[in-house]
């Protein structure tokens, strides 16, 4: 696998290109709009020609499919040539479990959990051993603090969605935060959410 860019090009101007084994932890509650950035960002992934598997833990693909479908991207051809695979699972360890069976050379993998997570450690050492890079998102505020902790401790990069409301104003801000060797600032984003999907607006810090 090549180094691998996110589509967003005011996030992939400060970031720069993500690194194969990576693995980059996604804190969001889900009014930050978390799965609707991943699967954008996933599918700016298939155009480079790399490997998607998206794992929707308890969540139902087809709703997804219909989502992309209506902001124009289409996700069945992908599907149809092998580029993007959905894996449905029913709690966090099968989709784990998923991951070691359907992981190739190279792949980009996201692990999108409503529930509490579990690590996998030998599970996540598996799939850096293959460079592919693994995307985990989970609801911080379920989550018990001592995985949570495991979980940063583990991650090469944190990104953290935040929501800030002013009366009928709704902020949303996507924060990278500098964690070990793959990052050389922290980022703070500023996006939108509409029918078009995602635009990422006003840097307002870099530090």
């Known amino acids: 696998m090549s180094r691998v860019m996110t589509g967003f090009t005011e996030l992939d101007t400060q970031l720069g290109p993500i690194e194969p084994g990576m693995f980059i932890l996604i804190e969001a509650k889900e009014e930050a709009y978390p799965t609707l950035l991943l699967h954008i960002i996933s599918y700016n992934v298939t155009l480079q020609g790399i490997k998607v598997i998206y794992v929707l833990v ?15 991207y289409t996700l069945t051809p992908l599907e149809e040539r092998g580029e993007w695979l959905y894996v449905e699972v029913e709690d966090v360890n099968k989709g784990w479990k998923a991951c070691r069976e359907l992981c190739e050379k190279g792949m980009f993998i996201v692990i999108d959990s409503l529930t509490p997570p579990k690590i996998d450690v030998n599970a996540l050492k598996e799939i850096r051993e ?16 001592e995985e949570l902790v495991l979980l940063e401790r583990l991650a090469h990069m944190i990104v953290r969605l935040h929501v800030e ?14 964690f070990k060797r793959t990052l050389r600032r922290d980022i703070d984003l500023a996006y939108v959410v509409s029918d078009t999907g995602i635009t990422m607006e006003a840097l307002t810090r870099v530090g």
């Open 58 to 72: 308890n969540d139902i693909a087809d709703e997804y499919r219909e989502m992309m479908t209506r902001l124009g």
């Open 130 to 145: 293959y460079e592919a890079i693994l995307v985990l998102r989970i609801n911080h505020e379920v989550t018990p603090y």
């Open 165 to 178: 409301r002013l009366g009928r104003r709704v902020t949303r801000r996507l924060e990278v935060t500098k």
